[in-house]
Every structure is written in structure tokens, then in C-alpha cells.
């Protein structure tokens, strides 16, 4: 799933257009015909109001509410398994609970990741990232001036999380994290197509409340990082967390990640919002990969 922002400037006023993204997403072997995403929203709320849930106050109670995942398909060794909670609790605490850019920058760049050039960014999403970050600025704080980008590819990217976060506002600030199984599920499998296998979660809340009618994919900053050419099949894991944002509402996101067996460790290929309400209004915020 791809996503592709349009940036519709006009003076003062900014308009920000979600393409194919927050548009309906059908999966028509889970889903009803007549489902609409307003439909799957409302249908799943009881089982997502069903959850326990704890304060997302700190990266502890992120690691103590990763004790209750189930693991389900390919049975991963102990390394492997420790390992997946580990990198997918970073990425947690770092994106969700610390919101700290340059913190997050460090993180993607020990793991090997290169910072993909302003030029790629721009093309992948047809948008130019300075008239992008202050329309954002500009929308959360109409007095905003508009500032040119800086030198330095870090401070880029901690304008565009600082300037994302600002636009998202309040209400999309998570709050909470279950730590109900039924919302701490994930399943590994083989694959020779570790970006795009079709491998979901059905298990816990069910693939209807997993997935619901509506997605939002992340937003890439950095290279995957290189494959072995001479591996075929590929350890993959998807890993499903529900939290709850400051607004109340309840949604998942879904990562999908790769084993390199060379590096010994695990990859972050995608990080996915789904099952939130489209209602006309700013989507969840966008994770950056």
C-alpha cells in the first residue's frame, strides 16, 4: 500500500489531500460487500472498547505490555523472538512515547539505514518538502512565518516530525497501549516477497478490526536496508498493537518486518495505521520510515 500526499497551497490557507491512502481499502475475502469504512469503524468499537489498556507514560510500559504478544505461524528461536520485541519496542518508544526526531534519526542509522535524498522524498510523494513543512506549521499555528529548509538532512527531518506532530494536533497524540492479548498479535512467516506478502492478522480482535475499511501507510525518509542476493525465502513477521489517542478512539498499527539472518536482526519494512474513522478530518499521524 502506497500513500501520497498533495499539498494545495493558496495564500494562507493549506489544504492537505489524502490520495489512495484514506481512501477505501477493500479486502474483499474479510469483508462484506456492503461494508463501508464507516460501517467496519463502527462495528469493531465494541471489541476495541473491550481491551485493557495502560498508560503509554513511559518506554516501560511499552516493554511491560509486549510481554503479553502472541506469536502465532513459523515458530521464531528465542533470538529471533527477543529481537522482534525489541526492535518493534524501539520503534514504539521512540515514535510514540519520546517523539524525539533526532533521537529517531540516531535509531534508523545504527541499524543501517541511509537517508534517502530530498530530491527522492519529493518525487515519491509529489510534494516539495519546504512549502510541505511550513503548510503544516502554518495550518497549526496561523502565525507562522514560513522559514526556509535547513542544511542539514537531520534537521530536515526533524523540522518535517516536529511540524507533522504539530499538525496532527493533540487529539492524535497516543495515550494508551493495550495489554490485551487479543490486541497484542502477531504472526511470522516464510516468504520469497518479504515487501509484499499477503500474510494478515486474524487473530485477538479478528481481521475486521485489525484492518477495518481505512489505512494510512508510512511515509519513507530512508532506504530499506540491502538483501542478501543469495537468500530466496525470508523470516517475516507481522506485528499488530492497539493503542488509544488522546480523542478516545481506538485503532491499531501494524508493522511488517524482515529477519536479515547476515545481520542478524530485524528490519522495519512498514509501519500502518487502519481501522480509524474518515470523517473529513486530519488522519492519525503518519509514521516515518
Not at 47 to 54: S, T
Amino acid at each position: 500500500m502506497s500513500s501520497r500526499q498533495v499539498l494545495a497551497i493558496s495564500g494562507s490557507a493549506v489544504a492537505i489531500v489524502l490520495v489512495a491512502i484514506v481512501a477505501i481499502v477493500q479486502y474483499p475475502r474479510a469483508f462484506r460487500q456492503r461494508d463501508t469504512p464507516a460501517e467496519l469503524f463502527r462495528a469493531t468499537r465494541p471489541v476495541m472498547a473491550d481491551l485493557a489498556m495502560a498508560p503509554l507514560v513511559n518506554c516501560e510500559a511499552v516493554r511491560s505490555a509486549m510481554k503479553n504478544m502472541v506469536f502465532e505461524g513459523v515458530e521464531p528461536s528465542l533470538d529471533q523472538r527477543t529481537a522482534l520485541l525489541r526492535k518493534v519496542e524501539e520503534a514504539v518508544c521512540l515514535f510514540y512515547v519520546e517523539r524525539d526526531p533526532h533521537a529517531y534519526w540516531q535509531w534508523r542509522l545504527r541499524d543501517g539505514h541511509a537517508p534517502l535524498s530530498h530530491d527522492a522524498i519529493e518525487a515519491a510523494t509529489g510534494n516539495a518538502l519546504e512549502p510541505w513543512i511550513n503548510g503544516m506549521r502554518k495550518a497549526a499555528d496561523p502565525t507562522h512565518q514560513d522559514r526556509p529548509l535547513p542544511a542539514d538532512p537531520a534537521e530536515v527531518f526533524a523540522a518535517f516530525f516536529r511540524a507533522s506532530w504539530g499538525y496532527a494536533g493533540e487529539g492524535r497524540i497516543p495515550t494508551a497501549i493495550t495489554v490485551d492479548a487479543r490486541g497484542l498479535q502477531s504472526v511470522l512467516f516464510q516468504t520469497n516477497m518479504p515487501e509484499s506478502g499477503s500474510v494478515s492478522l486474524t487473530g485477538g480482535i479478528g481481521q475486521d478490526a485489525w484492518r477495518g475499511g481505512s489505512g494510512w501507510s508510512e511515509m519513507r525518509w530512508f532506504d530499506p536496508l540491502p538483501k542478501n542476493p543469495q537468500q530466496t525465502m525470508w523470516l517475516c513477521a507481522r506485528v499488530g498493537i492497539v493503542f488509544e489517542y488522546a480523542n478516545g478512539i481506538r485503532h491499531p498499527v501494524i508493522f511488517r518486518l524482515v529477519w536479515h539472518p547476515d545481520r542478524q536482526m530485524w528490519e522495519v519494512l512498514q509501519a500502518s495505521l487502519f481501522n480509524f474513522p474518515i470523517d473529513g478530518g486530519i488522519p492519525p499521524m503518519q509514521w516515518l520510515l
